[in-house]
Every structure is written in C-alpha cells, then in structure tokens.
Antibody, heavy 121, light 111 residues
Framework: EVQVLESGGGLVQPGGSQRLSCAAS????????MGWVRQAPGKGLEWVSF????????YYADSVKGRFTISRDNSKSTLYLQMNTLRVEDTAVYYC???????????????WGQGTTVSVS | QSVLTQPPSVSGAPGQRVTISCTGS?????????VHWYQQLPGTVPKLLIY???NRPAGVPDRFSASKSGTSASLTITGLQAEDEADYYC???????????FGTGTKVTVL
C-alpha cells in the first residue's frame, strides 16, 4: 500500500521559515510526481507546488512563488517544502500528495497524507 | 482565487440525483486538460473520486459519475446516500498559470 506521511508543521512567527517533510513508502518514489496542497481553516483546497519524479521540473502557485521551494530526495523517498517569509495567510493544513497520470497536464492526486498544520501567528 | 468555479452548495433527499458543475476557461478545462474530482468527508483527508474526466478508482461506487464538455465539467451523484454528505472539489491544470487548480468546492447536503 502506498502511503505518505507529513511532518514538520508547527507555530511560526510572520516572516519566519519552516520546512515540511513527507516520507513515502510502498512505491518507486522516483517514478512519480509529488506535490503539496493546503487547506486554510474552513476554506477550500489550494494547490501549492509540484515536482517531477526526477526533480528537474517544479511548479508553484502564484501565492507562494519566490517564497516556497519544493525538493525531493529520491534516495530517501522523501519530499520537502521549504517555506520562507511566511505570512499569516499561509496558515493551513499542508497535505503531501502523489500524482498519477500519463501526461503532466492531466495528472490527478491519488494518494494523500494526513496533513501537517502550519500556523503563522 | 480559484479559476474553477463551483456552486457553494447543493442538496437533495436520499435517493435523488444531484449534479455539481465546475466551470473553467480556455486555459484549463477548455484546453483539453483532464478534470478530476475529490470528495472530502467531514474532518477527513480529500480522496480521489473521479480521474481523467470520467474514470472511477477502484472502490468508488458507480452512483458517482462525471462528464466534461467545452470549458465545463460536472459530477453527478445518482441515488444520493447519507454518507455522500461531504465537500466536493474539481481539479485540472491551467496552461496560463502553469500549475494545477482546484475548484471553489461544493458542499453536498443530504436532506
């Protein structure tokens, strides 16, 4: 069974930094694109970032571009999200998720972690 | 600000059919990018419900179906059940934004 497990959430002051990790198991990690999705309290889902299996391609939502950096260590089957210059509006549950599909433009998120909470205050 | 628009809420009695729309534009759904649907039961993690416009993952009941046409897509629940009460989100890729986008979300209430 494919599983992903996030860690690294917590309380951080505005302007501060936080690094999230996501450990994956049950899959050939380097074969799949991975990403982060967040959900602010009482709000909908917001896609944050994507990284290809090799790590060569990354995408970011405009709301985090220039502040967040996605990366991965395929030798450790681990995904990361480095979040800098955090704002109050970054407060959310951050989900790690695996992408599936044949073409990047048609990818869906088929495996989700339980989420880790980041509070900026 | 989401580029995929959904109605905030829909409701129906048990056994009825409800449909949720997802309206996009020429840079996402209208560009031919696949639409996927997720179900988020209260207090739980989102779950992939429909992928690539019309396909159900293993274990998803066949009362859930979806379609896509032009710049819009829709999710239909036929034979609504109490356990279908949840938030539903559409998702696609936007070529102009070069990234993935979610719909605004729809809360389904079973009366």
């Amino acid at each position: 069974e494919v599983q992903v497990l996030e860690s690294g959430g917590g309380l951080v002051q505005p302007g501060g930094s936080q690094r999230l990790s996501c450990a994956a198991s049950g899959l050939t990690f380097s074969s799949f694109g991975m990403g982060w999705v967040r959900q602010a309290p009482g709000k909908g889902l917001e896609w944050v970032s994507f990284i290809s299996g090799s790590g060569a391609t990354t995408y970011y939502a405009d709301s985090v571009k220039g502040r967040f950096t996605i990366s991965r260590d395929n030798s450790k089957s681990t995904l990361y999200l480095q979040m800098n210059t955090l704002r109050v509006e970054d407060t959310a549950v951050y989900y790690c998720a695996k992408f599936k599909g044949m073409e990047r433009q048609n990818y869906a998120l088929d495996v989700w972690g339980q989420g880790t909470t980041v509070s900026v205050s | 600000q989401s580029v995929l628009t959904q109605p905030p809420s829909v409701s129906g009695a048990p056994g009825q059919r409800v449909t949720i729309s997802c309206t996009g534009s020429s840079s996402n759904i209208g560009a031919g990018h696949a639409v996927h649907w997720y179900q988020q039961l209260p207090g739980t993690v989102p779950k992939l419900l429909i992928y690539s416009n019309t396909n159900r993952p293993a274990g998803v009941p066949d009362r859930f179906s979806a379609s896509k046409s032009g710049t819009s897509a829709s999710l239909t629940i036929t034979g609504l059940q109490a356990e279908d009460e949840a938030d539903y989100y559409c998702q696609s890729f936007d070529s102009s934004l070069t990234g993935y986008v979610f719909g605004t979300g729809t809360k389904v209430t079973v009366l």
